[in-house]
């Protein structure tokens, strides 16, 4: 593996989830294939699980490890060609990133959605400036349009917990206060769709994914009616992303929080979310409470769909 | 050991400074213990000391470090049960201390007392939390009640320097242009209450400190009268415990600054602080800068003493 | 070597340009150098190539590494000596340095000048407290007057570069917005000094640096003429060092930037920068993108001065 940004890069779908839960057994099997290689982990916005458990994952595989927070004891970055910089940017992405990469063996890069122009957001300029011009392998650690590692995360943790060979897996809009990108629902609906699940996605209208992500999963309008029978329940929040409307929030109604009488609607589902999460907004106290609630050992998993890609990507080195 | 928050953690405290020691002469022995395991230290406040030494200690046992700033590059936390979050803060401890969790084998946190309310203070909300909710050890960094790090090494400090078999070690109250918590004073007394020194207690009144810390230990409101015949004076500034001024400045006396003619008071003593120290207010540049202080010894005990705790953490897990 | 700070530090220069080629083509052959050592790196000031390379370096030789942003998560500091400290600065530098020093064995340091003071900058103040006081080897990543391990670097390039035995060096002062130290072009000029070259300096007049670093190089105010017949053209701004005018910004003049056509004017010479570089200020988008262009591969070698240094102050130890 050269790079990882979407499902396709994993290959095998089955193959990699019974990799990554070989891995789970025994973490520090693969400590030899980090020896003198450096994880460089390139922060652009705010991180707390991806931060700990990429870094974990790194220091498993034996590999020495620098975070790297742009915007804070960095210089501020140019990402325009052309500019006259006479401004309060100091240093261009086109010199940054061949730097960066002379420093390390794997760049991991998080950059979220700017919601300033959709183009930008969804031709993922800033982690393909890294993938063109870093010279080394890059993956995302949640990119514009996808967050990879976590819908990783997400397959193992339903792997690991489903009850029937083929379970069905619920993919909800949930209310929020801030307009939120598409990254976690359009990377988990493009895992979802390659696994063995019976995936619906349901969300206000107006909040309709790109189809790129969505392709034949079924949409169902009306929550209630999507819950019905549900073996996973997967809560998330985001911005819309239909023209003209990219971006903007169009509804808070809490009238789509999860709550203890959505769940009873279920077949006794799994809750799960990709954290951080809004309490009492996403989700009710007691349903993020309550046995059914898998975000912790969902999280826990973020170390191992990590350091899956990471070992592929020192293997192919 | 499980957790460290408070000198009855330590049990025996002649052993645990026989075996801090130890450690201190062969700092490289027991790397063997923290192979393979990895110490998540979290910051909820500013740290110079603590920061370098502690990552020091879990090195110095082969251990892997990861530094997490809250506040710098993580979300902000909603420490309340109950909110509706739709403000500013995007995670909740309750799911972030898990989470937290997940990715380390020992915690180490670090949170001061915020002076809101002097409940949630002293019944260590934040901290208890951690030990909780983390699944893992954890140990104090310093906590709004108590810096057990800081007195551990002072304890070992003062049985590196001390010429007689039970030193008079004088506590003294110093002024300061802010208002400090209680948590190095309280943890002071509460480790000279338990050593073989001759204990003196002094500050202007109203700045008495919780009994638990205090227990027996002798309160002198003179300063000078409790610096006669001093084997060590350890200085700190520390905002009003008792009600109703809890958290309030009621002096900023520079009579009570240490200075030469305060030191000629004592018995040739030596002076301790556990830094950051403002000079001039705590004590003059003469003082700090003579033979007689002891402060950066004092400050690079702080290896040893987290050395000795993340190992003890270590050989229990 | 003990103290890093100026070219003199290296001794013999040819010698010391050969090992670091041979450290570059195996860096991690002295890596049984650095076990069990621990380098702190203090910034005052933001960094990005210093911290990656030099974290890097101090890795290959088989270290611990701790990063520490002053101002960021540790205590503001106080500088000068006497002062009341009853403002927002809560350490002075007389403890914090030597206590940075007691848990490490190495400490770089980053500290610009502020042009608040010259003789403050020119005496360095900041760096020579940490070597005066930290009681470890320092060396200088960047300070108020030089930056040796970038000016190391720009010389190992230039070895690696070079296509006659003694090049034409030319080192031009280019417009940038915001007043620059003269760190750069002073070590660099430090360095040319002592190198077997042809050094030329063109800048408009007013922007003399000091007589310490310029020492006999030839000074040329026409830069079409002293472009002519360069191998190597080094671009950098900085702020005027002559009284009255320390730290001023005297020219704009965009006729100074590096372009196609000033590069016409030499032996099809190598564009040279340290970075972070405005572009279209200090050089074109077409010079700097150009295959003259060996920025990267300059930005590269600062890990390896940095391992030289650093490999050679751990033999002293």
Same mark, same amino acid.
């Given at each position: 593996m050269k790079t990882y940004t979407n499902v396709k890069d994993l290959g095998d779908l089955k193959a990699a989830v019974k990799e990554a839960l070989e891995i789970k057994k025994n973490r520090y099997a693969y400590k030899? #294939? @980090?020896? =003198?290689?450096?994880?460089l982990m390139v922060f652009f916005n705010s991180s707390l699980r991806t931060r700990l458990s990429t870094q974990k994952a790194g220091m498993n595989l034996g590999m020495n490890t620098i975070v790297l927070d742009i915007n804070q004891g960095a210089w501020k970055l140019e990402t325009e060609r052309g500019v006259i910089m006479d401004g309060d940017k100091t240093e261009h992405l086109l010199e940054a990133i061949p730097v960066m990469g002379c420093y390390c063996d794997i760049i991991g890069v998080r950059a979220f959605a700017q919601f300033e122009n959709k183009q930008d957001d969804y031709e993922e300029k800033i982690l393909n400036q890294f993938i063109k011009y870093s010279g080394k392998p890059v993956f995302?650690?949640? !990119?514009?349009? @996808?967050?990879?590692? $976590?819908?990783?995360?997400? #397959?193992?943790?339903?792997?690991?917990?489903?009850k029937t060979e083929r379970p069905k897996v619920v993919l909800t809009w949930a209310p929020h206060p801030k307009a939120l990108p598409q990254a976690v629902p359009n990377s988990f609906a493009d895992f979802m769709n390659e696994a063995d699940v019976d995936f619906v996605i349901t969300?206000?209208? @107006?909040?309709? /994914?790109?189809? $790129?992500?969505?392709? @034949?999963?079924?949409?169902?309008?009306? $929550?209630?009616?999507? /819950?019905?029978?549900?073996?996973?329940?997967? !809560?998330? =929040?985001?911005? !819309?992303?239909?023209?003209p409307n990219y971006g903007k929030i169009l509804s808070k109604d809490r009238a789509w929080t999860i709550s203890t009488e959505k769940m009873a609607l279920t077949n006794n589902a799994y809750f799960m979310h990709c954290l951080p999460v809004r309490r009492n907004m996403i989700v009710t106290d007691e349903v993020i409470e309550s046995p059914q609630s898998i975000v912790i050992p969902e999280a826990a998993n973020r170390e191992i769909s990590a350091q899956t890609v990471i070992k592929r990507i020192l293997e192919n080195l």
């Open positions: 030899h #294939l @980090g020896e =003198n290689k450096t994880l995302s650690m949640e !990119a514009a349009t @996808g967050h990879p590692l $976590q819908a990783f995360a997400d #397959l193992i943790t339903i792997e690991e917990y489903k969300h206000p209208e @107006g909040y309709e /994914l790109g189809s $790129q992500f969505v392709r @034949g999963a079924k949409i169902e309008y009306d $929550q209630d009616k999507a /819950l019905a029978g549900a073996d996973f329940v997967y !809560a998330k =929040n985001w911005a !819309a992303y239909t023209d």
